[in-house]
């Protein structure tokens, strides 16, 4: 099992910046695959990036605005945000993801972020 909690969210203006949080424990945290995907009202959830193996990945939406952040030692990774539109308006959650004889998936609780124009 692996608990996520997230922190950080809030409201911003356009152009602001937020760093959110995301805390892992209950796992080896090098081992799982990390990610970000963010729901807006009416809408699908998406993925917004996903860092796995060294590798790093964003959406179309976010390259270069949003860096996600791995840190191994502290068992955490972090959304920095950067110039941040009313269309990043979403609740953003926290994804673990484990795939070895079974696929492991979790989610955090999620944190809400709104830019006002």
């Known amino acids: 099992q692996v608990q996520l909690v997230e922190s950080g969210g809030g409201l911003v203006q356009a152009g602001g910046s937020l760093r959110l949080s995301c805390a892992a424990s209950?796992?080896?945290?090098?081992?799982?695959?990390m990610s970000w995907y963010r729901q807006a009202p009416g809408k699908q959830r998406e993925l917004v990036a996903v860092t796995s193996g060294g590798s790093i990945n964003y959406a179309d939406s976010v390259k270069g605005r949003f860096t996600i952040i791995r840190d191994n030692a502290k068992n955490t990774v972090f959304l920095q945000m950067n110039s941040l539109k009313p269309e990043d308006t979403a609740v953003y959650y926290c994804n673990a993801r484990r795939t070895t004889w079974r696929v492991e998936n979790y989610w955090g609780q999620g944190t809400q972020v709104t830019v006002s124009s």
């Open positions: 209950g796992s080896i945290f090098s081992t799982l695959a």
